[in-house]
């Protein structure tokens, strides 16, 4: 249980976090949501004792084990390989190992029973607390969340400062999230990851039981994990007792009734103030008067919630006529080097009007396929054919740096026209995306991260595209502004092409996906649902001996057959996880029987009686080398029943 008691906290005499009072009950699974800045990441720092509330206290129950993601790694873990880095992700354990060590060289030489009996206690306990945070498990459980979060497996021994930012994020969101703790605080999980990732991150964090509290303006995460919400805004925290969208439709309905009541209430005292009036002159209505202005004290104000303090908007406009092509791929092949080519012989084609995704693990080339798309990279063969009266509107990745700080909001704008246009038209695309006024002479340095996103196609706007090209588009904005922007794409009557890791975005824009893999690019003629039903078919179809393959929007495999491919498919793997787990089980059982023989062996060394210590530590090694032995053997087909299980996970999503 965490309590947060008349909790306040001010930044340069502002409040952000005013006489809150919230509890988080223990097991609970928490969606904290609110604009930017409104105080979600000072709360959290509450948690962890890193803020210190201005008033108020916050209790924790005592001995928790807290896990929260580091925005920064030290200087120290840089020089450690990527899986030695991961794995040593409870600090205890390793002070536990060293203890447990000297405590056996002590109990070898010691001659003092009543000290013996002490060490002897402190040796279970120690033993025992190794087992319980899973050290024997750890390397592999640091494995499987690498792999499955992108790392391939060729690169588990590299040196962590050999990955970008962002890789390092990602490991130490895998360090996080097998560090077995009882509350677990993760503020925007899915930044640094691609869609496939942010699935698998979805199923762990399902499996979690302790206490999550979960930062993120993914909306995807927050309705699968989240069964509590909390709202930070304008210096208050509600609780909500239901995931984001339970969340936003009770919202709505108090909102409501809170404006029913408020309209009520506004009503009465008008009628009330209107009886005082015509009742104060006349002394024969005196206490008439009186009774009524105590009625009009005792109503009480209706507050109205708050708002989101979202205030932009996004209108595109209407893009210029084109044919029917927005682009073609004619076998097109590229690489940044000659020797490594991230595709070979591609060709594909979009269609005017289409809303299109491009989706695949991070490195497979999903930002370079835009960079081809929208002419700032060329291929080393084939061509990339815009088509006819085609305009370009291109937001990369790092557009913010290409902007300059100085710069007014106008004169950005302004910027991205093309020489000698006139400029009449500036003020009103600025206003249509959310700079009317005082806004646009607000220097660019000072914009907050969704004014940034706004900022940016405006430029693009300005000059308006019928082929929009997106990487990212939602990396800098909370929850309205991505909702926002949804409704405007969805709305626009242009071409879209675009890479986002926001699975709920993708899912409500997008109604065509390109698939970046190492065999090449995949086009599914549909939405990411449509994507993900017809993908998990052709990976069964594939994992079955003699199974008819077809790409989407082919015909050759009846409903029947595709049926009948999945029972057998589930059949299978069923018995390879059925068999896989009793093989796990037998090697915990052994490794359990092993450890009991070698704390047997250790007792007797420790006895005090008169042993053969010689032939006692000749055994004690021979053990060591069978444990690890087994160990080998567990972790090998541990990781095999893993894969097993995700692999029957997917099947039976079919």
Known sequence: MIDFKNISKSYSGEYILKDVNCRINTGERVGVVGPNGAGKSTLFGMVTGEVVPDSGSVIIPRDSRLGIMRQHIAQTDLDRTLLEFTADAIPELKSYSIELEE???????????????????????????????????????????????????????????????????????????????????LDEPSNYLDIPAVEWLCRFLANFQGTLLLISHDRFLLRKLASITLEVNRGTVTRYAGNYDFYNREREQRRISLEAAKRNADHKKEQLERMIDRFRAKSTKAAAAKSAQKKLDRIEDVKLAESLDYNGVIRFPEPPPAGAEAARFENVSFGYTPDKVLFKDVTLDIAAGEKLAVIGYNGMGKTTLLKLLAGVLKPLSGRVVPGHHIVIGYQAQEFAELVNDRLSVYDAIRAALPPDAPTGNVANVAGA?????????????????????????????????????????????????????????????????????????????????????????????????????KSAALNTAAAIPGAIQTMPGESGVTAKDRRRARAQARSAIQGELNKAKKDVEKLEALLEEQSRQKSVLVAKLASGEKVDFAKLNTELAALDKEIAQTEEKWEERAMELEALRLENDRINAL
């Not at 640091?142 to 400062?161: C, E, I, M, R, Y």
């Not at 405006?458 to 019928?466: D, Q, Y």
């Not at 990212?472 to 929850?479: I, K, M, R, S």
């Not at 890791?501 to 086009?523: L, Y």
């Open 103 to 185: 405590l056996e060289n002590r109990m070898a030489q010691c001659d003092d029973d009543v000290q013996l009996e002490s060490m002897l206690k402190r040796h279970g306990f120690l033993q025992s607390s190794i087992e319980h945070l899973g050290a024997y498990h750890l390397d592999v459980e640091a494995k499987q969340a690498l792999t499955s979060l992108g790392f391939p497996v060729t690169k588990l021994d590299a040196k962590l400062n050999e990955f970008s930012g962002g890789w390092q994020m990602r490991a130490a969101l895998a360090r996080v999230l097998i560090s077995r703790p009882d509350i677990l605080l």
């Open 433 to 533: 995306f959310g700079f009317s006024g005082d806004a646009m002479k607000k220097p660019c340095g000072v914009l907050s991260g969704g004014e940034k996103i706004r900022l940016q196609m405006a430029r693009i706007f300005v000059n308006p595209p019928n082929l929009l090209i997106l990487d990212e588009p939602t990396t800098h904005l909370d929850l309205a502004a991505r909702e926002l922007l949804q409704e405007a794409l969805r709305n626009y009557a242009g071409t879209v092409a675009m890479v986002s890791h926001d699975i709920e975005f993708v899912r409500n824009v997008a109604q065509t996906i390109w698939e970046v893999n190492p065999g090449g690019i995949t086009k599914y003629f549909g939405n990411y649902d449509y994507y993900l039903e």
